[in-house]
C-alpha cells in the first residue's frame, strides 16, 4: 500500500548483563567497581582520625570494630581491587596523553614506568616511616 | 566429477522481517574454503539458497564500512573475518548491537548520522571560507600527524556495537562521532573548536563515557576512539579550569 510504513524496528543491546559478556568488559567492570570499596575505605579512614581525638575507650573501640573478621576480609578485598585499579589506571595513561616531541607520539612506557616507579617510591617511604615509627 | 567430501559449516543467521512479531535464527550449510571469509557465506547464501536474506556490503577490503556484522558475538567486518578462525563452527551471524533492526542484518542508521553532523565533522573557518577553493591551508607533516589516525574511521560503528554506554543511553553521543569531533578539533586548518564545544562536553558527550575501550578494540581501522575521548577529556578539563581561574585568556 502506498505510503504504508513497513519497517518496524527491533531494539537489540548488550543487556544489563553486558558485562559478563566477555572478559574484558568484566576486568573494566571490576575496575570501575573497586571505586565502591575505596570510596568506604576512606570513609573508614575518616572516622579512624576523628576517633583518635576521642577518649582512649571510643578510639579503642573503633579498633576492635576494624579488627573484626568481618572488616578484615572487607580490607583484604578493598586491598585487592585498590590493586586493580592503580594497575589498570596506570597503564592506560598512554591513551590518555598524547605527548608529543617533535612530531612523534613519545613511547607509552616513558608514561607507564614514572607512575609504577613513584608508586614504588612512595609505597617505599610509607614503609620506612610505619618501621621508624614503631621503632622508636 | 570430484569425489573428494567438502567441508561444510554451520551458519546461525539472524532473520527479521518488518512483519513478524520476532526475529528468529535461521540455519544454513555452507561449503568451508579456506579464503572464504563471513561476507562470502553470506553471498553464497543469497545467490543459492536463500534470495530473500539482506545484509549490507559494498568494497570486499575493509574499506566501505558497511558489512559490519555481529560474528559469534563479536562485532566484525564481515569482509574480515575468514571462516577458517571460526571451525568447526557453527558460526552465528547477527546485526549490530545497539541499533535498530530494520530487516535480517541491516541496521537503522538515522540515529548515527544525527549524532555524526552534531559534532560538525568538517573544517569549519572562523572566516567562513570553507568552501573557497582557491585556499591553500598548509599542514605540516607533524601537524599532519597530530590527528592522522582518528581520521582513518570508516563509520563502520563497530565501536558502538561494542560500546556498552550506547547499549544503555541511546543519547550518547558515541565512540566514532566523538573520535572525529577530536580530529577536527586537532586539525591545524579547523577553527571549529568553539562551535563544537557544547555539544562534546554535554552530559551525553565525552563525559558519559566510562573508558570501557573495547570501541578502540574492535576498530578494524586502529582509530582508537577511547583514546580521542579520553584526551578530549583532558582538554575540556583544562579548558573548564582555564575558563574558571584565567576568564582573561579565553575568546569571547
Known sequence: MDGE???????????WTWWTRRPSYL??????TSSVFIAV?????????????????????????????????FHVVSIAFALLHTYTWFNLMPQTVAIRIRGR???????????????????????????????? | MSTAIETMVKFEVFRYQPDWDEPTYQVYDVPYREDWVVLDALNYIKDT?????????????GVCGSCGAMVNGYPKLTCAAFLSEYLPGPIRVEPLVNFNVERDLVTDL???????????PWIIREDGATDDLKSEYLQTPSQHAAYQQFSMCINCLLCYAACPVSSHSEEFIGPAALA????????????????????????????????????????????????????AKMTGAIDYYRRLLMPWTVKS
Open chain 2, 110 to 120: 538515522e540515529g548515527f548520522m544525527e549524532k555524526l553532523e552534531s559534532v560538525q
Open chain 2, 49 to 61: 539458497i536463500d534470495g530473500s536474506l539482506t545484509y549490507r556490503w559494498s568494497c570486499r577490503m
Open chain 1, 105 to 136: 607520539r613519545i613511547p607509552g612506557l616513558l608514561l607507564v614506568a614514572p607512575q609504577f616507579g613513584g608508586w614504588a617510591v612512595v609505597t617505599g617511604l610509607i614503609i620506612a616511616w610505619v618501621w621508624w615509627v614503631g621503632a622508636g
Open chain 1, 27 to 32: 576486568l573494566v567492570f571490576l575496575r570501575e
Open chain 1, 5 to 15: 510504513v513497513l519497517t518496524q524496528p527491533t531494539f537489540r543491546s548488550l543487556g
Open chain 2, 180 to 231: 572525529l569531533a577530536q580530529r577536527y578539533n586537532l586539525d591545524t586548518r579547523d577553527e571549529g573548536v568553539e562551535q563544537r564545544r557544547d555539544v562534546i562536553l554535554k552530559d551525553e558527550g565525552i563525559w558519559e563515557c566510562s573508558f570501557v575501550g573495547e570501541c578502540s578494540a574492535v576498530c578494524p581501522k586502529h582509530v582508537d576512539p577511547a583514546g580521542a575521548i579520553q584526551q
Open chain 1, 41 to 73: 575505605q576512606v570513609v573508614l579512614v575518616l572516622v579512624l582520625l576523628h576517633k583518635a581525638g576521642q577518649p582512649a575507650a571510643d578510639y579503642q573501640a573503633y579498633l576492635d570494630f576494624l579488627w573484626n573478621p568481618g572488616m578484615v576480609v
